[in-house]
């Protein structure tokens, strides 16, 4: 009996770098760039002294504009401490960190009324798994790019059907599948998401070139007009980094008629895959080659050593046992659309009707170091594809050891030193913490005994203990009354004293005991020139203090 599936696990080498969008980004609140590597982390999870979250405070509570530059400047400022508590690090490309330190935190430009425009500086993560980070590459990329070359295939080169209306209504005529899903034969193939224990990644530039080149009416060169952006990449070279799955449904003994795919329309196995991506998209490849050369934005040896690669892959990719793709970000509008049916919007200058072109898009989308190079630059999205119990094909194997790498080892060497900083600095914040609240707790504790204490004060007692209060709070702030009798702490000594002796006074004799003692420890401290022998000597007189003392 036939089995009902046809399984190939694969092995992936991606050969350039591979950007798959995900929505998401990295932004300056959650990552920061130090030393050529972008550590991302959760705001949220990092531990801040009092000083840190009255900063933050302070720059959130700003308005407009300015709560977001000062903001990337309270993170770019203590960048150490959060790279040390990142849950995952990316390299960046020079340019990239470059372009960082130089507008972190600045003004991007000034509109009318004045209103400054801060940087943004978000980074287009590739798609990866929610929880460990790590960059892979979705099966539905792969079954998408798959599709493409499949009816590209079948098309052979054709034109529109009177009937075709749309692109699904190719599809479903190329496929036989307008009797609905069930009839499509890629409802029989399932491609499994890619996984990797490691797979480096990179943060690059994305930049706009003219295919060809195009002078205006001055003879001046004209580039092409899209911004660059940065975005996050799976780099190219990585020998079958990433491994996947391919199951083919074969539906043995399910005949047509049936609610299936008739059997002349389904996907018999891996090669025949293999060999309608080859056909599609080889031809795109050395065309794009062509392009890189005539227009020197690729490196010379780099383009010589692809080229060598493909001639040695050429048979593995007649035959089938290698899969040629590419998919993601920038694969262009020919590696997406078909032969024969292609038709490509073409944006000309303002107020003038787009064209349409059968050939593909006018620009193409690059790798690049720097968002200024017009050079040495490579494109998105190249991938080649195995069986995984294959032998690996030496050639590739030579090629990939040979591509520029990013150095993850030592960067995972310094995500962890940062950790280990970072977990010291915690520790001793928390040490600074637990000591804050006991120096808290003995103070609020000496606090309460302090007005359990004056609560069973006499009335004179409290006068007392207000009074040194008073004095403590002039000392406390390095500053004297002067010595007058009228107004001041004086003058409210001498009622004190003079209130205490009277004849019909009510104070205890411990209570006049305790006002003499007050008044002599801290007269001299809070009262101009009390400190000296003389003026207090007159002063013990006119307060009495001997009396006081019952002497």
């Known amino acids: ?37 972008l550590y991302h982390f959760d705001p949220a999870r990092v531990p801040l002294s009092k000083a840190d979250r009255d900063a933050l405070i302070s720059a959130v509570n700003r308005r407009g504009d300015e709560a977001i530059r000062d903001l990337q400047k309270f993170f770019h400022a203590r960048k150490e401490r959060f790279a040390g508590v990142a849950h995952g690090a990316v390299a960046v490309a020079a340019g990239v ?9 600045q003004v991007a430009q000034h509109e009318n009324g004045g209103r400054r425009v801060a940087n943004q500086l978000e980074i287009e993560r590739t798609a990866h798994h929610p929880h460990t980070g790590a960059p892979y590459i979705p099966g539905s990329s792969i079954k998408g790019a798959i599709r493409t070359a499949w009816l590209d295939q079948l098309n052979d080169g054709q034109g529109k059907s009177p009937g075709d209306r749309n692109a699904q209504d190719i599809e479903k005529r190329l496929l036989d599948s307008r009797a609905g899903f069930h009839a499509d034969p890629f409802r029989l193939l399932q491609v499994a998401d890619t996984c990797s224990t490691e797979l480096d990644s990179k943060v690059v530039f994305a930049t706009n070139h003219k295919k060809r080149e195009v ?20 780099i190219g070279g990585q020998h079958r980094a990433l491994r996947g799955e391919i199951r083919i449904s074969t539906l043995p003994g399910i005949g047509a008629g049936s609610r299936a795919p008739g059997p002349g329309h389904r996907i018999p196995a891996f090669a025949a895959l293999a060999t309608a991506c080859n056909r599609y998209y080889l031809r ?11 227009r020197r934005l690729a490196a010379p040896q780099w383009l010589s050593e692809l080229k060598k690669l493909l001639a040695d892959l050429q048979p593995d990719l007649d035959s089938g046992h290698v899969m040629l793709l590419r998919i993601g970000r920038h694969s262009g509008a020919e590696s997406v659309t078909l032969d024969g049916v292609r038709s490509i919007k073409i944006m000309k200058g303002r107020g003038q009707p787009p064209d349409w072109s059968p050939e593909g898009a006018k620009t193409v989308w690059l790798a690049a170091e720097r968002d200024g190079e017009r050079s040495g630059m490579v494109p998105f999205g190249w991938l080649i594809v195995e069986a995984a119990n294959s032998v690996p094909i030496e050639s590739l194997q030579h090629w990939c050891a040979a591509q520029p790498r990013t150095q993850m080892a030592e960067i995972r060497a310094q995500l962890a030193s940062a950790q280990q900083r970072a977990a010291a600095e915690t520790l001793r914040q928390h040490q600074l913490e637990a000591e804050r609240q006991a120096r808290a707790a003995a103070e609020a504790a000496a606090q309460a005994a302090l007005e359990a204490a004056r ?36 003058a409210e000594a001498l009622r004190l004293s003079k209130a205490a002796l009277r004849a019909d006074s009510t104070w205890s004799t411990e209570d006049r005991m305790q006002l003499a003692e007050m008044l002599t420890e801290w007269l001299p401290k809070v009262v101009d020139k009390l400190d000296r022998k003389d003026e207090w000597k007159d002063a013990r007189k006119k307060l009495q203090l001997a009396a006081l003392r019952g002497e």
Do not use: W
């Open 215 to 234: 002078y205006d009416k001055d003879g001046r060169l004209v580039e092409a007009k899209g911004p660059a952006t940065r975005r996050e990449a799976i």
């Open 284 to 294: 795109r490849m050395r065309a794009l080659l062509d392009v890189l050369e005539s």
């Open 455 to 490: 609560a069973l004060l006499s009335a004179e007692g409290k006068l007392i203990d207000e009074f040194a209060r008073s004095c403590r709070s002039k000392a406390d702030n390095a500053r004297k009354d002067p010595l007058n009798p009228g107004s001041g702490l004086y």
């Open 97 to 105: 960190a470059e372009q960082y330190g130089r507008r972190i935190g």
């Open 1 to 37: 009996m036939s089995a009902f599936f046809d399984t190939v696990a694969l092995a992936i080498t991606p050969l350039t770098p591979v950007h798959i969008g995900c929505g998401q980004d990295f932004e300056p609140t959650n990552y920061v760039i130090d030393d050529g590597v």
